[in-house]
């Protein structure tokens, strides 16, 4: 009975938007064989399981990247760009560094995301979606691609002396950034002060401002 | 164990992709999405140096720390300039922000 | 007061005039009673050098030799690779400058308490006697040769400040232009005097220049340019011939100045330094000899046109160029004592006469004296002053004139070809008429101007006061000359005993010769008294008995209107010249053209900026990446 109940609770696949549908099979199909050969080779014994979960991570971060440039309605983009703050925080725990991946949940999937869905509904971004890109984009993947490539190069390039990584423990974490980071931590948070209190003297509606534009309009 | 490399190229390629992005975008909202993949990028650099070889102090960390700080307080600040431009302009295009020339 | 701490003299009115020039309008009384203590500290400072100069402090051991007593790096370059020291240097003759410039300057600070009562600007009036006091005594202390000209353009500033001081007159302002350019033409040679000595002897300490040149070191025709450049600098400061031209018109300055920059102190700076440099001319004889027919010529011809000028203080202005005259004579004849000690009383009476015609002027309102005549009944005390003065200029025993004319009247017999005494003394006469008519015109005869006659009245004491205690000094400053006197005041054997270069003076008193200089000076207060006695119409009839003898000399022997010619065709001539070069091929060639090439680019050009920030953002990426990938090939 119960299995029914919720059977029944389920959304009919004529309800669901076509559009989502349709992404959500796209997204799987491009999604799934990465992850079933991940998951074939971790099987084999040719790479360990931090490894697989790294690509995995690699490969949310990167397409969510992509999507936050590419797509062409701006709220899928700052969505992708959510996604790849989540991946992101997932690296930061694989580099064993629990508290910044707690704070890049908190703060991108909470902050950074809420402020850009509230700039677009209130700059009506989405209403002109066809124009979202600008007239260099060819020039601007070319320089893109050339600095990725000289990015990577430079990286490959240099001998990295790297040993194992450590977990940072969160006490450590609050010793060093309180006593010896004590004036910057000072510093940063007057510069959120400031930045906040900037931030409302900038976009405050100004009534003189509103009287001109309604005797205008 | 994953080699250091593969995070650093990974911020490289995510570097290259806001750099794109800023580029090639048109709505000021999204040049700042772009933004924040550069800043993403730049915090995994520092986060991946400071587990590999700077064990001690991990300086990078604090670091990414106050990067996050300064992104947040930075999206805050720009959107409010947006809003603005938007409330002054009818919109969010930087193309159409040309009053600096002749 | 050890002679070390004679920097003290230079600092405190230095101090004295920053002070006043800016805190003028909150001091009390705007400050000139602060001037005037630090004058009066000045004096006292050195009278205390001059007792420890003359061996007061060491048991009257006097040594008449010079000592280098102080000094600091004042310019070091390269970490002593060019080091020019600030030092100062005391010797009889600096001691004779020294109480000459203090005594004067607190004499005339004091009179301008009084003189210049309710004047604008009157405390920037009492900061520039400080300035010039700090730059006057600076001149004098000074050890090298550098200083000394830093000095020297010192007070010809504060010269040219207090001449135009009514500046919103433009005779004062003309005339402070004038007196400023006139001395620049000198102070170039100077510089460039200066500039050779230190090219060969490679140090601008005056000592070991004059050690340098006694020992060999130039080559004769080098060191005879040398110091005709010198000279230059001179002639320009003490208004010697031909560029005379400024002190007549600097008159225009406030009486108190004249008497202070332009009779007493300044104007001898030129004495001051020919007689620093005399070892050096000693060894140049055509340099000297230069020196001494420029004195003569000035003496003579400044004398005779004293003679027709009817402006009270310019009678005075040619009389302290034709005295000045008298001083360089004396050094072109090598004889520094006399020229110094004629600096020294010269300094008194002419102060003297300075002052009592600026007690005339603040009485009358009048300068000229067509218009005066009269005043010894309603200024008994000025007269007398006045009329001291004017006979110890006239050189009439026992006043302070008498003895130094004299030495240099018995220097040029002795030493000078007999020309040169006969005109000497025959300027001498003339001074003594010229003063004569002076005196008479101005306090004798009957009033010409009654209106100023009856208004007339005798100064407060504020300025009496300076001309009684410079009467005195006017009196009594001749007998330093005297061994005894001497001895009483430190210094045995007088004046010659202090001041000299090569070996002590000993003053000779030749009745005869002093009886034949009396007489002559007698003789020519009796023509002066039998020609204007009373009898003010007698100016006129000159003018008709010799016009054009009186035009020449009224025209200043045309010497004015000669440089305005050579101004006029010549420079302007050269100016238009240039300016023509200027407006055609530097203008608008050289800069509208720049201008308009660097237009007509920027027309094409502006369109790079598109005004859109994406495109500014675009080209900044490529020069990032760009430099990155250099970056990475260099690495």
């Known amino acids: 009975m119960g299995g029914a109940v919720v059977l029944n609770r389920l959304p009919l696949p004529a309800q669901l938007d076509r559009t989502v549908t349709t992404g959500g099979l796209l997204a799987g199909a491009i999604v799934t064989p990465p992850l079933i050969a991940l998951i074939v080779l971790r099987v084999l014994g040719n790479i360990s399981s931090a490894q697989m979960v790294w690509w995995m991570l690699a490969g949310v971060i990167v397409a969510g990247a992509l999507g936050a440039v590419t797509l062409r309605n701006v709220v899928h983009s700052a969505l992708a760009l959510i996604a790849a703050a989540m991946g992101l925080a997932g690296m930061f725990l694989l580099l064993a560094s629990e508290f910044l991946a707690l704070v890049q949940v908190l703060v991108y999937g909470g902050g950074v995301a809420i402020l850009l869905m509230f700039g677009l509904m209130l700059t009506?971004?989405?209403?002109?979606?066809?124009?979202?890109?600008?007239?260099?984009?060819?020039?601007?993947?070319?320089?893109?691609?050339?600095?990725?490539?000289?990015?990577?190069?430079?990286?490959?390039?240099?001998?990295?002396?790297?040993?194992?990584?450590?977990?940072?423990?969160?006490?450590d974490l609050g010793a060093r950034l309180y006593r010896d980071f004590g004036v910057p931590f000072e510093v940063a948070s007057l510069v959120l002060l400031v930045a906040l209190v900037g931030a409302v003297a900038i976009s405050r509606r100004d009534n003189d401002d509103d009287n001109d534009a309604e005797a205008a309009s | 164990m994953i080699p250091l490399e593969y995070y650093l190229v990974l911020s490289g390629i995510l570097f290259a992709l806001g750099f794109y992005g800023v580029l090639a975008r048109r709505s000021a909202i999204l040049i700042l999405i772009a933004v924040e993949l550069m800043l993403a990028a730049v915090s995994l650099n520092f986060v991946a140096f400071a587990s590999y070889m700077d064990a001690e102090l991990f300086t990078g960390v604090i670091f990414a720390i106050f990067v996050i700080t300064i992104a947040a307080a930075e999206v805050g600040l720009a959107l409010g300039i947006v809003l603005r431009i938007f409330r002054e302009r009818r919109s969010a295009n930087v193309d159409e922000a040309s009053s600096l020339k002749w | 007061m050890p002679m070390d701490q004679a920097w003290l003299l230079i600092a405190v009115p230095a101090v004295t005039f920053v002070l006043v020039a800016l805190l003028n309008p909150v001091l009390p009384r705007r400050g000139d009673l602060i001037v005037v203590l630090a004058l009066a500290s000045v004096v006292l400072m050195g009278l205390g050098i001059i007792a420890d100069f003359t061996g007061y402090f060491r048991g009257g051991l006097f040594t008449p030799e010079g000592a280098n007593v102080f000094g600091f790096d004042w310019i070091n370059i390269g970490q002593g690779l060019f080091v020019?020291?600030?030092?100062?240097?005391?010797?009889?003759?600096?001691?004779?400058?020294?109480?000459?410039?203090?005594?004067?300057?607190?004499?005339?600070?004091?009179?301008?308490?009084?003189?210049?009562?309710?004047?604008?600007?009157?405390?920037?009036?009492?900061?520039?006697?400080?300035?010039?006091?700090?730059?006057?005594?600076?001149?004098?202390?000074?050890?090298?040769?550098?200083?000394?000209?830093?000095?020297?353009?010192?007070v010809g500033l504060a010269s040219f400040l207090l001449i135009g001081f009514y500046w919103e007159r433009q005779s004062a302002a003309e005339a402070a232009k004038k007196a400023f350019i006139t001395t620049r033409i000198g102070d170039v040679g100077l510089l460039i005097g200066i500039v050779l000595l230190w090219r060969q002897a490679g140090t601008f300490n005056i000592q070991e220049i004059i050690n340098f040149a006694e020992a060999g070191g130039f080559s004769n025709t080098y060191l005879t340019v040398a110091m005709l450049f010198l000279?230059?600098?001179?002639?320009?400061?003490?208004?010697?011939?031909?560029?005379?031209?400024?002190?007549?018109?600097?008159?225009?300055?406030?009486?108190?100045?004249?008497?202070?920059?332009?009779?007493a102190t300044m104007v001898v700076a030129g004495v001051y330094l020919v007689a620093r440099m005399m070892p050096v001319f000693d060894l140049v004889p055509v340099a000297r000899d230069y020196v001494l027919y420029t004195g003569l010529?000035?003496?003579?011809?400044?004398?005779?046109?004293?003679?027709?000028?009817?402006?009270?203080?310019?009678?005075?202005?040619?009389?302290?160029?034709?005295?000045?005259?008298?001083?360089?004579?004396?050094?072109?004849?090598?004889?520094?004592?006399?020229?110094m000690f004629h600096l020294f009383t010269h300094a008194f009476f002419k102060a003297l006469l300075f002052l009592g015609s600026g007690s005339v002027i603040h009485a009358t309102h009048?300068?000229?004296?067509?218009?005066?005549?009269?005043?010894?009944?309603?200024m008994p005390i000025t007269t007398a002053t006045f009329i001291i003065g004017s006979m110890a200029l006239a050189g009439v025993i026992p006043l302070a004139g008498f003895w130094s004319k004299d030495e240099i009247l018995h220097a040029a017999m002795t030493d000078g070809p007999l020309p040169v005494y006969l005109l000497l003394a025959g300027s001498a006469v003339l001074t003594a008429i010229y003063t004569t008519r002076l005196v008479l015109l101005t306090f004798f005869g009957e009033p010409k101007d009654h209106h100023a006659y009856e208004h007339a009245h005798e100064s407060p004491a504020l300025i009496t006061g300076p001309l009684v205690i410079l009467a005195t000094l006017a009196t009594v400053s001749g007998f330093v000359v005297f061994s005894s006197v001497g001895r009483m005041l430190g210094f045995p054997g007088g004046i010659g005993e202090v001041v000299f270069t090569h070996e002590p003076h000993a003053f000779v008193f030749d009745i005869v010769f002093a009886g034949t200089a009396v007489a002559s000076a007698l003789a020519g207060i009796g023509i002066g008294i039998a020609y204007w006695k009373g009898d003010a119409m007698r100016a006129v009839r000159a003018r008709q008995w010799a016009p054009e003898l009186h035009a020449l000399l009224v025209n200043r022997y045309y010497l004015d209107d000669l440089y305005q010619a050579v101004i006029d065709r010549v420079v302007l001539g050269l100016g238009n010249v240039v300016a023509l070069f200027d407006k055609r091929v530097v203008n608008e060639s050289g800069v509208d053209g720049g201008a308009q090439t660097v237009s007509w680019f920027g027309m094409r050009l502006k369109f790079l900026q598109t005004g859109r920030i994406p495109n500014y953002a675009l080209a900044m990426a490529v020069g990032v990446v760009v430099l990155a990938v250099m970056a990475l090939q260099s690495a």
């Open chain 3, 366 to 378: 009048h300068q000229e004296v067509d218009q005066l005549g009269g005043l010894r009944h309603k």
């Open chain 3, 231 to 263: 000279f230059a600098g001179a002639v320009g400061k003490s208004a010697q011939f031909p560029l005379h031209v400024w002190l007549p018109d600097a008159m225009e300055g406030p009486t108190p100045v004249s008497a202070l920059i332009h009779a």
């Open chain 3, 297 to 339: 010529v000035t003496a003579v011809m400044a004398a005779t046109q004293g003679l027709v000028t009817s402006d009270i203080k310019r009678v005075l202005a040619f009389s302290t160029v034709s005295q000045l005259g008298f001083m360089f004579v004396a050094l072109g004849l090598g004889n520094v004592t006399a020229a």
């Open chain 1, 124 to 171: 009506n971004a989405t209403e002109d979606p066809v124009v979202i890109d600008g007239s260099q984009k060819p020039f601007a993947a070319g320089v893109g691609l050339i600095l990725g490539v000289a990015l990577t190069a430079a990286m490959l390039s240099a001998n990295w002396d790297a040993s194992i990584s450590t977990v940072v423990d969160f006490r």
């Open chain 3, 84 to 154: 020019i020291q600030f030092d100062t240097y005391v010797d009889g003759i600096t001691v004779v400058m020294i109480s000459v410039v203090s005594i004067v300057a607190l004499m005339v600070a004091v009179y301008s308490m009084s003189y210049m009562h309710g004047e604008p600007r009157y405390g920037w009036y009492f900061a520039l006697l400080s300035l010039f006091a700090t730059a006057m005594l600076a001149l004098v202390l000074s050890g090298n040769l550098l200083l000394l000209y830093f000095a020297w353009e010192g």
